[in-house]
């Protein structure tokens, strides 16, 4: 019987579809993909289409006589794509060139297929104050509507997967507000309604 069952498994393996992924090189630290901050790894899944993400270069360079790590800013990059997307650091030769290169604006290396891939590229402006990136998510949800983007997911992302727990929290906290508005007596109800309609 199992001997039938992986020979199913296998023929039908063909015509299983999974999303698109996105490789960094050294260099390059993927610090959000689709709205959804990330850390860790050097790869992720992305959409087949519009993706917008959030890199930096972090990498150790030559500084006079000694090697420092260089961190940039982060910048938020947005490309379509229907194929694998690979992004790299741009070509720098030192400290200071790399200095100079994303203070006026840096041309990062991102090919799918081994082709250049087009794509937009800009400075993600920080919070002000302390930790300017502290809550990145809601950095890139005020660029995003500075610029009216706006974002999707697959569902087989990691953007994807968030909105699907969020959206299952939303419907069972409305599952619980419509309970105890049920169980609720008269008086109960008419205070919840002034409450919400003051806030």
Known sequence: MKKYVYLGL?????FMVSANQISAEFGVEIMAVNGVEVKGKSDYQINDGFNQIVVRMSKRLTNGSSRDQFISSPYIISFDTDKDVDIDVPKVTSYSDAETKFRHGPDWRITASG?????NSAYLPGKEGFMPYG???AVITTY???HNIVLSADADTIAGEL???QQAKS?????QLKLW???ASVEQREEFRRWMESQ
């Open 10 to 14: 296998v023929s039908m393996a063909p």
């Open 144 to 146: 995003n509507n500075q």
């Open 181 to 183: 508005y049920k169980k």
């Open 171 to 175: 419907n069972e906290a409305s599952k």
């Open 135 to 137: 809550d990145l998510a």
């Open 115 to 119: 082709q250049n891939l087009s794509y």
């Open 163 to 165: 909105k699907s727990v």
